[in-house]
């Protein structure tokens, strides 16, 4: 069956950065297209980032020009490079890929911004 995990969430600074991964199983993150999601405290699911099955990509104008989404076929695994963190940034992140019938999610990992 299909699993996405994700981890690399952590506590970090105000200007900090961090790297999450999302490794996934049973489903190529090659062949489909992954986002990512987060969730701040007492918020909705908020979509953050894009990469389509042919490499485009989309961001979210709150993370622009601070994240990158990427992904490694090798690996089956996809990538969230944020940097410039804000404190607004807090929240738990969740990768999703869409297959052709459904849409797979993990259970997140959290990142905090503070001092």
């Known amino acids: 069956q299909v699993q996405l995990v994700e981890s690399g969430g952590d506590l970090v600074q105000p200007g900090g950065s961090l790297r999450l991964s999302c490794v996934a199983s049973g489903i190529s993150i090659i062949s489909n297209s992954m986002d990512w999601y987060r969730q701040a405290p007492g918020k909705g699911r908020e979509w953050v980032a894009t990469?389509?099955?042919?490499?485009?990509?989309m961001y979210a104008d709150s993370v622009k020009g601070r994240f990158t989404i990427s992904r490694d076929g090798a690996k089956n695994t996809g990538y969230l490079q944020m940097n410039s963190l804000k404190p607004e940034d807090t929240a738990v992140y969740y990768c999703?890929?869409?297959?052709?019938?459904?849409?797979?999610w993990g259970k997140g990992t959290l990142v905090t911004v503070s001092s």
């Open positions: 990469i389509s099955s042919g490499s485009s990509t």
């Open positions: 999703k890929v869409t297959g052709r019938i459904t849409n797979y």
